[in-house]
């Protein structure tokens, strides 16, 4: 069985403090996308939603490339760029064939193919990646790390 592939692949986040959830996206976009569109929240928009001091966008942006460059991924390939909303370019752009998410995203992805469709744009399609567990059964999350280890407060 040959696996799909697309020109373009977006996955977008805030990707605060990395982890294993993040790891599956990136992985996932990797390796169903000749060129990945990655979104990474502005702080200003970050931070209107989280309910944490969000890292500051340059240290996000170098631990993404960091993690990336782990996986596989290269700067010819990977475009890396800052979203001011949910939808970032996947609602605009005819270039994208797909966008990778988790199942707690999903309806996100389906309101963005809405979107597409009413802007006479093909639909994406959407690869949807499982939610990470720990070994007590909780979402991998940014929050609940930060829980864990008691950084609430981040510095540069």
């Known amino acids: 069985m040959q696996r799909l592939r697309f020109r373009k692949v977006a996955v977008g986040g ?16 990797l390796n169903y996308g000749r060129k990945v569109l990655v979104g990474v929240t ?7 939603y989280k309910t944490y001091k969000v890292k500051p966008l340059k240290i996000r942006f170098l631990n993404l490339k960091s993690l ?4 596989g991924g290269n700067d010819r390939d990977v475009i890396i760029d800052v ?18 998410v ?8 389906i309101e963005i193919n809405n979107l597409r469709r009413e ?16 070994g007590f059964g ?3 999350s940014s929050t609940l790390i930060r829980d864990r280890t008691g950084t609430r407060e981040l510095s540069d």
């Open 83 to 100: 979203i001011n909303d949910p939808y970032g370019p996947t609602i605009v752009d005819p270039t994208i064939d797909a966008i990778v």
């Open 14 to 29: 805030t990707f605060d403090t990395l982890h294993a959830g993040h790891t599956a996206l990136l992985f996932m976009a």
């Open 68 to 71: 990336i460059k782990e996986l």
């Open 119 to 134: 802007r006479g744009l093909r639909p994406l399609y959407i690869i949807a990646v499982p939610i990470i567990k720990d």
């Open 42 to 48: 502005s702080d200003e928009f970050a931070q209107a």
């Open 102 to 109: 988790s199942l707690e995203t999903l309806p996100r992805a």
């Open 138 to 140: 909780n979402k991998i």
